[in-house]
């Protein structure tokens, strides 16, 4: 367990003895190891007196002090028959094996910004910046590993002949499809009616164009005055067109005009209640005896219907799948929130290339198979929220003009209008390079690229050919790849550079005009200008890319549905509700981030940011339709502040059980600011050999393996941190009891949540509110956590010692002149680290 | 399009064949109980095809990481005659296929988790003073250089995290001469890419044309990278170090395409393959392996390449069912409900191995089950031992196919974990009897006789 990494203060422990210098090996390790791991005995062919050594500096050195850390945390070595140190002993020696761990990792650190690769979402939102076209590489590029939390760490974006084939492909790619030539394409608009397949040629075959073989299927669904009515999921009920081919490849609109009938819930406990009597007569025919049983069950079913939060229907919803050279994507899932006298058209764009293609639209609505009774499920008498669909479109290439904007954004009108070639690339280039590579360009770098474009243009079919060569080596220049920063220590960026980490910081994309003119003119060497700036990007669309991944990465929200709640135990969890928790807590941190809100607001508010969903799912009535929006909180709601969200709560949760110690360590780590240590084997597990916890709860197991002294020595600053959120079920759901019953079910007599916990400076909380206080009483822990980890992400490295007096500073100034995001963004922007290579 | 050579894309599979292997692919997914049906995905439909393009000889090596429950893994007796262990039992339709081999190591591995750095290699990380890590060729390249002008990929390297990790931590099995990490690739569509899809331009000279030009733009990046260089404090340096490395080996992949020109890509049809499958993603964990190993054996199948490296998981990571943390797992304590849930990670992944030795089995190849001409290696680096250790010694290993090769299997080969020949000796056993022309290999003694 270490304190906070930049001070040597944690958040409920007085100050870190100094650490006097040790021989090698350790007296510790002398003592309990030395025998087995020694000169005489090699168990496990591990030997501590030259298999390890001081060096922690190195790498592979540190790795193995890291395992001798996890067999001591996880209370593996010494083996039980041999003599046991003392659990303050233990404690000592890995409190001291810690620091030096900890301290040779920040001195390794450099404190300079590493030239850094722009990672796969700068990537993509850089080429879409350049050429205006929606180009998602997505598919094409690995993924870039987080290092010290984040995927911006220049240490960590490593470049691999891999990837440069990729940057190759990639680049091409998007010039294939921002260049054009020749005439317009051909364009369509093809309109099909559901229905229309079950009256068709033979059936399901259509017509459209030149195609005359589309495939289209209604589903075995009702069709009511030209609707298609769509009630159940289900593959017979989906309604598809396929086995059609789009004339050109491009972004073709996707069309639906359709409706939604929401079913209250009166209505839906008639439409079900024959079914369940028709069932308990006929149970109770079977067997007269049971007649109690089943008149009792029958109650409870319709009690159910009656409570459920399920019940309050929504918007229908619908899925929409692409299918591609047989390859399935999923386009789209939405509500359909249009009452039936005023259907909606709703569309978005997907590409097409002119491969075999299909598209099938689900039902999507989900309806948990939460009953063991399943007289109503499935049947389609049943009210459920209904999907009418009219009719869908397909229209495109979509018309933007010819040529397209993004052929104009490499060539000019006036560009393209030089007669003579050569003329005419050094034109595209003097407009493209310095775009691409965010800063002016010298006339050798210039000539250099004009020598290549004479190069490639004799074996080139024609010019625009080799223009696209010669644009492909643009964008796979490290000039373009990487941000360059070249300059010494201690100076200042140039504008160019600032401009770039600044617009690559909040928009994770480079700089636009604006941008541009102020590097160009110097202004933006200001700190005026410098926070105008700011301002401007934070009020631009573009700086959700901030918000996602920024909140993305710090708050874990990437981990939602890596482990999802098990359907069987949580079966109101649905994809519905992990997209929504996603989108809360971006939503949320975009709320405070927009509205200037204080950042304690991240630990406890009086307002949630919900759609529909999540007002059902939290118990918060009166949020209609699926946009995120700010609900004010009314006593007793039990919501608000990030640790109440769906998102933090699952991920923190191990699918069928809550998990109090990972809750803990994420509580620590994120709103405190303290590591809990080099990955310990067994956090988020209970350690295995504590004898007879078999049969006990969550807690009461947690609670004997705590009183080890050796194990509270981590458990106990973990630990009450997750207790407090106890009343969270592992799908995020309040609850007052934890269900022992069928399928995790809550029954009259299993025990109340006890979410009552004891800090280890003495603080007792209780519940959520409990822990809310607490951690409103530490809030400068949560303000220097707040510091670093926005630091670390503005400078795309992680912080070293060097970096503590920033944090401090950070910290005062928000504490002095405001709490809030923006305030702490200037702040880091006007820093020093922030404008310097 | 012209089908590869010599090959029946039409007819399928036998249908006990086809029950075999449609059996293994339901049966094994854990995750089940875990993963809403609405986000699960289905089973491969995936199915092997009638005849291989040819006889080669071939070889391809697995990796898991974080050891197995030993335990369970290894056989009670040694010889011929041995009983299956409980773990092994999962192959037990290939069992005179495979030789389980106990009792070896890397003499000079170091143990914790750089296992996947030397399992291949042998090397000693820390054998050149002043340096932090230093690796030597691995196995697998060796054999490339003798057998890998013959395919159009010289080796194929496969992972769970594309790139080559950390040193130490490494991302893949494959080292070169130097001891250079080769990258690997995680995504099956990229993989799927690189292999079927056909080049897009027209004619031979169209693709001519492009790879010169390909050539020209490499050439002028590369001067633009060493002009930068020097304008670079030493961190940034190394970083741009990294993209000079890449342009220089990106040239010779070029130079090795224009070599193949002549040659079309094999015609695979991918619609039953599920590309989109993500090894990071728990639902998808199971079916990612599987279409990694259909494209493995596509790879082979085709001729498109005779070496193929597979880190199923880096060292330390890694999951099987259920959400398990394997690495978690591997510090058990010697704790039996840990060593339990390991056994069935190890069942996991021997599952989607017995599915994969199915394919090699139920095609043709000359009049023999292509399995006889194709080694495949799987093992791990590590041993959790008894106690949850991280030893190098005592790795679990076991050597399936090559009956053509002059593998004799069906036994169970037991060494003395304490004084055992090197693992080299059965690295280079399968690269000669692969087709590698060595002399010998790491700290290899001799071979050993499986």
């Known amino acids: 367990m270490w304190p906070g990494i930049l001070l040597l203060v944690s958040v409920f422990a007085t100050a870190a003895e100094p650490t006097p210098a040790m021989p090698h090996p350790h007296p510790f390790l002398v003592e309990h190891c030395l025998g087995c791991h020694g000169a005489e005995k090699q168990k496990g062919d591990f030997r501590i007196d030259t298999q390890l050594s001081l060096a922690f500096t190195n790498r592979l050195t540190a790795e193995r002090w890291k395992e001798v850390l996890n067999v001591l945390n996880g209370h593996e070595m010494p083996p039980p028959k041999e003599p046991q140190p003392s659990p303050a002993a233990t404690a000592a020696f890995v409190e001291w094996l810690t620091q030096e761990l900890t301290q040779a990792e920040i001195a390794r650190r450099a404190t300079e910004v590493t030239q850094r690769r722009l990672n796969r979402d700068e990537y993509n939102r850089t080429l879409r910046a350049l050429l205006g076209i929606p180009f998602d590489a997505g598919h094409l590029l690995p993924a870039d590993p987080p290092s010290g939390g984040f995927d911006n760490n220049g240490a960590g974006l490593t470049l691999s002949p891999l990837h440069l084939e990729l940057y190759f492909s990639a680049a091409r790619l998007a010039l294939d499809r921002a260049l054009v030539s020749g005439p317009p394409p051909e364009r369509i608009r093809w309109r099909f009616d559901p229905e229309e397949g079950s009256k068709g040629m033979d059936r399901y075959r259509v017509a459209r164009g030149d195609q005359k073989q589309i495939l289209l299927n209604g589903g075995r669904n009702r069709f009511t005055n030209g609707f298609t009515i769509l009630t159940i999921a289900g593959w017979d009920r989906n309604v598809d067109f396929r086995n059609f081919k789009v004339p050109v490849e491009g972004e073709y609109v996707i069309r639906m005009r359709a409706a939604g009938v929401v079913p209250d819930r009166a209505a839906f406990i008639e439409s079900v209640r024959p079914l369940l009597e028709k069932e308990r007569d006929a149970e109770i025919a079977r067997n007269p005896k049971g007649r109690r049983w089943h008149e009792e069950h029958f109650t409870n079913l319709l009690e159910h219907l009656r409570n459920d939060a399920m019940y309050d229907f929504g918007p229908p919803r619908v899925k929409v799948t692409q299918h591609l050279g047989g390859q399935p994507r999923v386009l789209r899932e939405m509500d359909v929130d249009a009452p039936l006298d005023a259907p909606r058209e709703v569309e978005f764009t997907a590409r097409f290339t002119t491969k075999s293609a299909g598209l099938t639209f689900e039902y999507a609505y989900s309806i948990p198979k939460v009953l063991e009774n399943h007289a109503w499920q499935g049947k389609d008498g049943v009210l459920r929220p209904e999907l009418w669909i009219d009719w869908i479109e397909i229209e495109g290439p979509i018309d933007e003009g010819w040529p397209p904007r993004s052929h104009r954004a490499v060539i000019s009108a006036a560009a393209e209008a030089i007669p003579v070639e050569r003329d005419r690339m050094a034109a595209v280039l003097r407009d493209f390079m310095p775009r691409a590579w965010r800063r002016p360009v010298t006339e050798a770098e210039l000539d250099s690229k004009l020598a290549l474009y004479d190069r490639l243009r004799p074996a080139s079919a024609d010019f625009q050919e080799a223009l696209k060569g010669v644009l492909t080596s643009v964008l796979t220049s490290p000039h373009f790849l990487y941000l360059v920063e070249p300059g010494d220590p201690g100076t200042r960026l140039d504008t160019w550079a600032l401009a770039s980490r600044l617009s690559y910081f909040l928009w994770s994309a480079p700089p636009d005009e604006g941008l541009v003119a102020v590097a160009r003119s110097g202004a933006l060497a200001s700190d005026v200008v410098l926070v105008e700036q700011v301002d401007r990007l934070l009020s631009d669309p573009r700086s959700e890319a901030f918000v996602r991944n920024f909140a993305g990465q710090w708050l874990g929200l990437r981990q939602v549905g890596a482990n999802p709640p098990a359907p069987d135990l949580y079966p109101h969890y649905d994809r519905h509700l992990e997209l929504s928790i996603v989108e809360e807590s971006e939503a949320f941190f975009a709320e405070i981030l927009r509205g200037d809100l204080d950042v304690r607001s991240f630990l406890r508010s009086d307002f949630v940011v919900i759609n529909e969903r999540l007002g059902r799912f939290y118990g918060i009535p009166g949020v209609r339709g699926d946009r995120f929006r700010r609900v004010a909180l009314a006593p007793g709601q039990r919501r608000g502040g990030l640790a109440t969200q769906g998102s933090v709560l699952t991920i923190t949760s191990n699918g069928t059980r809550t998990s109090p110690v990972k809750r803990g360590v994420w509580v620590l780590r994120t709103l405190l600011g303290e590591d809990p240590g080099l990955p310990v084997a067994n956090v988020g597990e209970i350690a295995p050999k504590v004898p007879g916890i078999d049969k006990a709860t969550v807690r009461q197991r947690l609670q004997i393996h705590r009183e080890l002294p050796a194990c509270a020595r981590c458990h106990d600053r973990i630990d009450p941190l997750g207790f407090a959120l106890e009343n969270f079920d592992a799908s995020g759901a309040w609850r007052d009891r934890e269900g022992h019953g069928y399928k995790g079910r809550i029954e009259r007599n299993d025990p109340v949540i006890d979410a009552s916990a004891k800090l280890p400076d003495g603080t007792e909380v209780r519940g959520i509110e409990g822990l809310q206080e607490a951690l409103m009483a530490r809030e400068e822990f949560f303000l220097r956590a707040l510091s670093e980890r926005l630091y670390t992400y503005a400078l795309g490295r992680e912080l070293g010692l060097s970096d503590a007096p920033r944090i401090r500073d950070a910290v005062a100034s928000l504490q002095r002149d405001g709490r809030t995001l923006r305030h702490l963004i200037r702040h880091i922007v006007l820093s020093d680290a922030f404008r310097q290579p | ?450």
């Open chain 2, 1 to 450: 399009m012209i089908p590869f050579p010599h090959l029946n894309l039409g007819r399928p599979l036998s249908r006990r064949a086809l029950l075999r292997g449609a059996g293994a692919a339901l049966a094994l997914p854990l995750l089940d109980a875990m993963v809403p049906v609405s986000l699960r995905a289905a089973p491969s439909t995936f199915t092997p095809l009638a005849k291989s393009g040819g006889a080669h000889p071939r070889a391809v090596f697995c990796y898991v990481p974080n050891g197995v429950n030993i335990f369970d893994w290894v056989p009670a007796a040694a010889g011929r005659d041995y009983a299956l262990s409980p773990t092994l039992e999962v192959l037990k339709g290939h069992r005179d296929r495979f030789t389980v081999l106990s009792g070896l190591g890397h003499p000079h591995a170091k143990g914790g988790h750089s296992g996947a750095d030397t399992w291949l290699t042998g090397a000693d990380l820390g054998a050149v003073p002043g340096k932090e890590y230093t690796n030597t060729i691995s196995a697998d390249q060796v054999l490339a250089e003798s057998v890998g002008r013959h395919t159009r990929l010289p080796s194929l390297e496969l992972s769970d995290q594309s790139g080559t990790g950390t040193a130490g931590h490494s991302h893949t099995l494959a080292f070169d001469r130097n001891g250079t990490p080769l990258p690997a690739e995680d995504s099956p569509r990229r993989v799927f890419e690189r292999l079927f899809v056909p080049e897009d331009a027209a004619s031979r000279s169209a693709i001519l044309r492009r790879y010169a030009e390909k050539r020209s733009i490499l050439d002028e990046v590369l001067g633009e990278a060493k002009a930068l260089h020097g304008r670079l404090g030493s961190a940034d340096q190394a970083k741009l170090d990294e993209y000079l490395a890449s342009v220089r080996e990106t040239e010779r992949r070029v130079r090795r395409l224009e070599e193949w020109v002549d040659i079309p890509k094999p015609v695979v049809d991918g619609s039953r393959l599920q590309l989109d499958m993500q090894p990071g993603n728990a639902h998808d964990r199971p079916m990612w392996i599987d279409v990694m190993l259909e494209l493995t054996y596509l790879a082979l199948v085709t001729d498109t390449t005779r070496v193929v490296t597979f880190e199923w998981s880096r060292e330390a990571g890694g999951y099987g069912g259920g959400g398990e943390n394997h690495h978690e797992l591997s510090h058990h304590g010697g704790d039996k409900a840990m060593l339990a849930k390991l056994s069935g990670i190890d069942r996991f992944h021997l599952g989607r191995l017995e599915r994969f030795l199915t394919f090699l089995q139920s095609t043709d190849e000359a009049g023999r089950p292509m399995l006889d001409q194709t080694v495949v290696v799987f093992g791990s680096g590590m041993n959790s031992g008894e106690g949850g250790d991280h030893s190098p010694r005592n790795l679990p290993l076991l050597v399936a196919g090559g009956a053509g090769l002059g593998f004799r299997h069906g036994q169970h080969l037991a060494h003395d974990a304490k004084n055992h020949p090197p693992l080299a000796n059965v690295l280079l056993s399968v690269v000669r009897r692969a087709g590698g022309e060595v002399s010998g290999f790491s700290d290899a003694t001799g071979e050993i006789q499986v």
